[in-house]
């Protein structure tokens, strides 16, 4: 595990992000259960960063931001496409192989173009704090 210095974790939930700070973004993530139960289409226009969970571990933090082609059910149903292209990458690979036994946990940001800016910061924070193995290959 990396070891985080706690000061600099103090300092990063102070940071503004959008309109809340990165400790208020800590406290929206939604529980959506586990992949194969999830009606993605709930989903189609929303953004923002996900955590895949197995064995009650996160093992990969991602985002979703393509507010007007699918949001988050484009970007999580793309680990199940019979198609390599988009998931050639180890992580992608390996989230591919068990995707179906995962746990999914979202953070809705919004809809639009500013929402992009904000989903990609949060997703680079939340991978420092939280390290996810698949994150790290």
Known sequence: ????????????????????????WQ??????GEYKNIDFSK???NIGIYKIILDKKVVY???ATEYDNGGFRKRLSDYTRKSESARSYNSG????????????EIIIVGNDLAAVEITKRLEHLMIAIHWPKWNRN
């Not at 406290?27 to 959506?32: G, S, T």
């Open 43 to 45: 989903y189609n226009k």
């Open 27 to 32: 406290e929206q993530w939604i529980e959506i």
């Open 1 to 24: 595990m990396k070891n985080i210095n706690l000061e600099r974790i103090f300092k990063m939930n102070t940071i503004k992000i959008g309109n809340k700070t990165f400790e208020e």
């Open 61 to 63: 933090i991602g985002r």
């Open 93 to 104: 690979k390996k989230l591919k192989q068990n995707i179906k036994n995962a746990d999914i």
